[in-house]
Structures are given as structure tokens and as C-alpha cells.
């Protein structure tokens, strides 16, 4: 059974710093990752999706990436804004016929002016 | 519409009462999903949809949960005889690529 970790569960950085958010997955055998947003109260925003051959991808100031033989991914958030806080969950989609994601338990960021 | 919506966003009800919440996917997509998130935790998976039938119905907890789908698009998750654990968001999700899934803002259950 795939289970996905993410560290730290909470992280407070003030405004303007780089930071990393960290997704771990037991199963290697993913068919993508996906990287999304969800706001206090509101429903999942997707922000990236890794396709398993790929190393990373880029959206703005995010860069996502995935090394399938270590069982991690990363998200990369450049000049962090107060406009970035929110939680950040990773989700992993394994390969064959199962077409659940399984999801991580989310890091909560908040950003200080 | 250009989302997922879901029905109601909240919805307060007693031990022991039957409830149904809506999903109305984005128009297109075969694929819909039913998750549940409990506080501070990701959500976790119930049931999948392909069309009319339930490819994987393995996340639902126990035979008082029961979705469905009868024309395709709209999907109704129905809870018979709640109770206090159940209190929860119920996520709605849709797709047309696999694994790529749009989320509706979820329907959140209270059960006193």
C-alpha cells in the first residue's frame, strides 16, 4: 500500500525566504505526482504535476521535482509572499489500474510579513 | 459550469440520519472521485467512477456509505444512519487525463 509522507508539518518563514517543502513516498511505482494548494476551508488547487519521467517542473516561482528511486519530491517556492500561505499537499498516482491518488497529510506555511 | 461544484457546502445533521451530498463534475470529464478529509489530514480516497459504474469502490469505510452515478456526469454520495465520525469534508474530484484531478470546495458534515 503506498503511503506518502510530508515534513515538516508546519513551517513558518518571513516573507522574501526560499524554501522547500518535502513529499515522500513509499512506492516507487507512481504513475505521476502531483503537487496542489488548499486554502482554510476551500477545496484542492492544483499547482504541479510531475509525469513519472520526468525530473521537474516549473510554474512561476514553484519548482516541483521527483527522484522515483529515492521516493521523494520536492517543492521549491522562490521570494515566499504572505499570499503563499496556505497548506501544500503532495498526492502520488500509482502506475497500473488503480487510479486513486494517495495523499500526504500536507505541510501548513505561513508566510510573516 | 467551469468548475466542480458540490452540494450543500454545509450540512449539520443528527446521529442516525440519512444524508446526500452532490457532485456536479466539470462537463467532459468520465472520470469522477469522492475523497474525504478529516482535520489536519490529507484526503483520503472513497470511490471511483468511470462513466455510469464504480471501477473501485475499495475507500468506502462500510456499507452505510453508497455513491452513484446513473447518467454519467452528476454523482450523489449517500451516508445512511450517521454517525459522529463521519463529520468531515467530502471532496468531489473529476478528470479527463488520468491522475490529473480537479477538486470541487467540498461538503463539510457535521453530525451531532
Given at each position: 500500500?503506498?503511503?506518502?509522507?510530508?515534513?515538516?508539518?508546519?513551517?513558518?518563514?518571513?516573507?522574501?525566504?526560499?524554501?522547500?517543502l518535502?513529499?515522500?513516498?513509499?512506492?516507487?511505482?507512481?504513475y505521476?505526482?502531483?503537487?496542489?494548494?488548499?486554502?482554510?476551508?476551500?477545496?484542492?488547487?492544483?499547482?504541479?504535476?510531475?509525469?513519472?519521467?520526468?525530473?521537474?517542473?516549473?510554474?512561476?516561482?514553484?519548482?516541483?521535482?521527483?527522484?522515483?528511486?529515492?521516493?521523494?519530491?520536492?517543492?521549491?517556492?522562490?521570494?515566499?509572499?504572505?499570499?503563499?500561505?496556505?497548506?501544500?499537499?503532495?498526492?502520488?498516482?500509482?502506475?497500473?489500474s488503480?487510479?486513486?491518488?494517495?495523499f500526504?497529510?500536507?505541510?501548513?506555511?505561513?508566510?510573516?510579513? | 459550469?467551469?468548475?466542480?461544484?458540490?452540494?450543500?457546502?454545509?450540512?449539520?445533521?443528527?446521529?442516525g440520519?440519512?444524508?446526500?451530498?452532490?457532485c456536479?463534475?466539470?462537463?467532459g470529464?468520465?472520470?469522477?472521485?469522492?475523497?474525504?478529509?478529516?482535520?489536519?489530514?490529507?484526503?483520503?480516497?472513497?470511490?471511483?467512477?468511470?462513466?455510469?459504474?464504480?471501477?473501485?469502490?475499495?475507500?468506502?469505510?462500510?456499507?452505510?456509505?453508497?455513491?452513484?452515478?446513473?447518467?454519467?456526469?452528476?454523482?450523489?454520495?449517500?451516508?445512511?444512519?450517521?454517525?459522529?465520525?463521519?463529520?468531515?469534508?467530502?471532496?468531489?474530484?473529476?478528470?479527463?487525463?488520468?491522475?490529473?484531478?480537479?477538486?470541487?470546495?467540498?461538503?463539510?458534515?457535521?453530525?451531532?
Amino acid at each position: 500500500k503506498q503511503e506518502v509522507t510530508q515534513i515538516p508539518a508546519a513551517l513558518s518563514v518571513p516573507e522574501g525566504e526560499n524554501l522547500v517543502l518535502n513529499c515522500s513516498f513509499t512506492d516507487s511505482a507512481i504513475y505521476n505526482l502531483q503537487w496542489f494548494r488548499q486554502d482554510p476551508g476551500k477545496g484542492l488547487t492544483s499547482l504541479l504535476l510531475i509525469q513519472s519521467s520526468q525530473r521537474e517542473q516549473t510554474s512561476g516561482r514553484l519548482n516541483a521535482s521527483l527522484d522515483k528511486s529515492s521516493g521523494r519530491s520536492t517543492l521549491y517556492i522562490a521570494a515566499s509572499q504572505p499570499g503563499d500561505s496556505a497548506t501544500y499537499l503532495c498526492a502520488a498516482l500509482l502506475s497500473g489500474s488503480a487510479r486513486q491518488l494517495t495523499f500526504g497529510s500536507g505541510t501548513q506555511l505561513t508566510v510573516l510579513p | 459550469g467551469a468548475g466542480v461544484s458540490q452540494t450543500p457546502s454545509n450540512k449539520v445533521t443528527e446521529k442516525g440520519k440519512y444524508v446526500e451530498l452532490r457532485c456536479d463534475p466539470i462537463s467532459g470529464h468520465t472520470a469522477l472521485y469522492w475523497y474525504r478529509q478529516s482535520l489536519g489530514q490529507g484526503p483520503e480516497f472513497l470511490i471511483y467512477f468511470q462513466g455510469t459504474g464504480a471501477a473501485d469502490d475499495s475507500g468506502l469505510p462500510n456499507d452505510r456509505f453508497f455513491a452513484v452515478r446513473p447518467e454519467g456526469s452528476v454523482s450523489t454520495l449517500k451516508i445512511q444512519r450517521t454517525e459522529r465520525g463521519d463529520s468531515a469534508v467530502y471532496l468531489c474530484a473529476s478528470s479527463l487525463i488520468p491522475g490529473e484531478l480537479f477538486f470541487g470546495e467540498g461538503s463539510r458534515l457535521t453530525v451531532l
